[in-house]
């Protein structure tokens, strides 16, 4: 909805428009260090009016501190002492800011190659990431090892962000030449037309952030704030087979629900109805949804990233961990993942390593039993067959786990396709793990 | 045009294309409730942190809607700065009460009493919250410890994780944060470690007053406008009260105000404002110039990192 009411603000008099409903974008960034993102996010928020006058009062006044002439827009989103000390972004941050058309979740990732498991952390939920480049320096092997992170990820669309292009004159053939080149590389990791756009835009000064820029009169594409505005939002699947990871069993034993015994998850994927026929994994027992509870009452259907409760009309044995499925398009069951690991600590990963994986609402322990390749970063082309995984790299992987599993290819679904990698020892995760092979699914289906 | 921008042109028509409209709100609910039954799932200890505030409010009627129509499986714990505004205190008393949940009230004023406190030369009691909030969470050795923080309220909040591994002493180190990928929460810790857990992470202010007008959820009056007894101080509107103040020369006025955040009343200001009604009160928020924080909270003023500095001693 883009329906709109004006109010004045009772602290400046000035009338402002008030967004009444919207749809909702979850986006990531990504790209370089010093190629300005949290410039073009403190940017962006700015010139969106997102900023509110105490925590631009604040920047003025750090600013000024630092001896600088004009604000500097990346200390509205730098929030951490380090940060702030070493003008670098060290962890993921989140902003919130809304237009009349869309509300938007901005995870800012940090761009060190030593934090690349930050860029996995902001985009593993995003449905849109930007990627900035330097017009100065072009794509670089960075670029191409974020664009393989983000496809391999399955982040359905990507926004490159020419940034500084002040600094090269507004020159078109200059980002004629970076867009073909990102463009193409992009293409290789599976991403099709119209899944891609190319922006050239100067985040220090502004120009086609949130208004077009009379500085590149050959561009002819939309801001970056007109594209996020418009972009269509890829909605979770729900003609997908019905998932429901079990994460807890709702039994009050009251004088008032004695006999109420629910299974409490988020939907995740596909839609389930009352009467619908199911399977209760590993254990295999099939049964029909006898009721679909929600937080608001019993309802005739949900869809995916609904919490519910399902009821179910046997007496069957379910408890935490457990899968609750379309009986006619169950997953596999098995304890032999054949998987793309991004490993995300410093202690390399090695065959016969002992771990635990998590999945859906199950953790159970699990052997490395084989290190098959390593994938370049940069096209994912696989390379070698590597005695080791170090921190930021990308491998496929054999694990063997000591209970079956049901998983789906995360091709066909993000929720089940997915697993956490975690140390036994200390509780720290260790890998972002996906089922299946490292080409970005759902840019290219 | 460039040969780029013929590439890039998007599929279809975004009219027609356009995916039906998720309600945002529900779209939090969700996640909220999700995040509650993992820690109830994954934990042995948790605790709900609760102040009487909008935000840890609605965090309990999140709660309440995440495990019904059984009861909620965790208690309530409120760190009382000895500095509450008594409407906030029976608002907590009766609010636990009615839905049966037990209370753990852990006092400053008991720790500054008994000498293992020092009040400090500004008055304000916020900064003093930590001691008691880390024992008694070690004392009943919680293990997962439930707060209302949202990433929009303050740059350090911004960089929180939904799931906050803190060690042996209570802190946060944003720098060895654990990464969360998709919606797969490691709640892993040794003896002695736990974990913050903020399921409102995603709420921006706006949304949890429009979650209060859906929900018809109750606050403590002060949230809405009435007339109190003032006077000013560093710019703010302090409630005259046995919170020191006014000193000399602070001269008390009757104005009329309401709350937008609920803390120690020697550092919360109030804000002058004609909201009656959550209606009024979404209005005034939606149309603000300034933060919540901003304008009511002395204490993050201290320095530009004065939130990061408290979290890494262990408060939330």
């Known amino acids: 909805m883009t329906e709109t009411t004006t109010r004045t603000a009772p602290d400046s008099g000035t009338e402002v428009t008030l967004p009444v409903q919207t749809d909702q974008l979850r986006l990531a960034t990504a790209g370089s260090v010093d190629d300005g993102k949290s410039t073009l996010v403190g940017r962006l928020l700015h010139d969106t009016k997102s900023v509110l006058a105490d925590q631009l009062d604040a920047v003025h006044r750090a600013s000024a501190d630092r001896g600088l002439a004009t604000p500097d827009l990346s200390l509205l989103v730098d929030g951490l002492r380090a940060e702030r000390e070493q003008g670098i972004t060290i962890d993921v941050a989140y902003r919130y800011f809304a237009t009349p058309k869309r509300s938007f979740v901005l995870a800012d990732t940090p761009g060190h190659v030593q934090y ?330 | 045009m460039t040969a780029i921008d013929a590439e890039v042109e998007l599929p279809g028509d975004p009219q027609t294309d356009a995916p039906p409209q998720v309600d945002n709100l529900d779209a939090l609910e969700s996640e909220a409730i999700h995040v509650f039954r993992e820690v109830a799932g994954e934990f042995d200890r948790p605790v709900i942190l609760f102040s009487g505030g909008k935000d840890s409010t609605v965090l309990v009627h999140l709660a309440l809607k995440a495990f019904r129509p059984a009861p909620v499986p965790f208690p309530l714990l409120h760190v009382d700065t000895g500095h509450n505004f008594p409407e906030v205190l029976a608002f907590r008393d009766e609010l636990a009460s009615r839905h049966g949940l037990r209370l753990v009230v852990a006092s400053v004023q008991e720790y500054i009493d008994d000498g293992r406190l020092q009040e400090r030369p500004d008055g304000t009691r916020n900064p003093l919250q930590t001691t008691p909030l880390l024992d008694a969470i070690s004392e009943n050795r919680f293990d997962a410890v439930f707060g209302g ?100 020369g602070e001269v008390p006025v009757v104005k009329t105000v309401r709350y937008r955040t609920v803390g120690d009343g020697s550092c919360t200001g109030a804000v002058e404002s004609e909201a009656y009604t959550v209606d009024d009160v979404i209005a005034e928020v939606a149309a603000s110039r300034l933060t919540e924080r901003g304008a009511t909270r002395a204490d993050d003023r201290l320095s530009e990192a004065a939130m990061e500095d408290r979290k890494r001693e262990g408060y939330f």
């Open chain 2, 149 to 248: 923080g949202r990433r929009d309220e303050e740059r350090a909040r911004a960089k929180e994780r939904i799931f906050s591994l803190r060690n042996a002493f209570g802190q946060w180190d944003p720098r060895r944060q654990r990464p969360e990928l998709w919606n797969l929460y490691n709640g892993r810790h040794r003896p002695g470690e736990h974990v913050r857990v903020f399921p409102l992470s995603n709420w921006t202010e706006l949304d949890i007053w429009r979650y209060i007008q859906r929900e018809k959820i109750e606050l403590p009056e002060i949230y809405y406008a009435h007339r109190r007894e003032v006077f000013q101080r560093d710019g703010m509107w302090l409630t005259s009260g046995p919170w020191g103040g006014p000193r000399d």
């Open chain 1, 116 to 445: 690349t498991r930050n860029t996995v952390t902001g985009a593993s939920t995003a449905q849109l990431a930007v990627l900035l480049v330097d017009a100065r320096n072009g794509v670089v092997e960075q670029t191409r090892r974020h664009a393989a992170v983000l496809a391999l990820l399955g982040v359905p669309q990507l926004v490159l962000a020419v940034n500084k292009i002040d600094m090269v004159d507004f020159d078109e053939a200059v980002f004629t030449r970076i867009a073909t080149e990102f463009t193409e590389h992009a293409r290789a990791l599976g991403y099709r037309y119209g899944t891609v756009v190319t922006i050239p835009v100067s985040a220090l000064h502004g120009d086609n952030v949130v208004e077009r820029s009379a500085n590149t009169p050959w561009y002819e594409g939309p801001s970056l704030l007109e594209h996020l505005e418009q972009v269509p939002v890829a909605p979770d699947p729900h003609d997908a087979p019905f998932r429901l990871p079990v994460q807890y069993v709702i039994r009050p034993r009251t004088a008032e629900h004695p006999d109420y015994r629910g299974y409490a998850g988020q939907v995740a994927a596909g839609v389930v109805a009352e009467g619908d026929e199911v399977v209760v994994l590993p254990a295999g027992v099939r049964t029909r949804v006898s009721k679909v509870d929600t937080p608001n009452g019993p309802q005739p259907k949900a869809a995916a990233g609904h919490s519910i409760t399902l009821l179910l009309e046997d007496d069957v044995d379910v408890s935490r961990g457990d899968l609750i499925a379309a009986a006619d398009s169950a997953p596999e069951l098995t304890d032999e993942l054949d998987a793309t690991v991004c490993w995300l600590a410093e202690k390399p990963l090695k065959p016969g390593a002992k771990v635990l994986v998590k999945h859906g609402t199950r953790t159970v322990q699990a052997l490395v039993t084989e290190l098959s390749a390593r994938f370049d970063e940069q096209e994912l082309s696989s390379v070698d067959s590597p005695d080791a995984l170090q921190l930021n790299e990308i491998g496929r992987v054999q694990v063997r786990t000591a209970e079956p599993l049901p998983v789906d290819a995360y091709a066909d679904s993000r929720r089940t396709g997915s697993f956490l990698v975690i140390d036994p020892a200390d509780g720290t995760t260790l890998a972002a793990g996906l089922i299946g092979v490292p080409l970005a699914p759902f840019a290219a289906g």
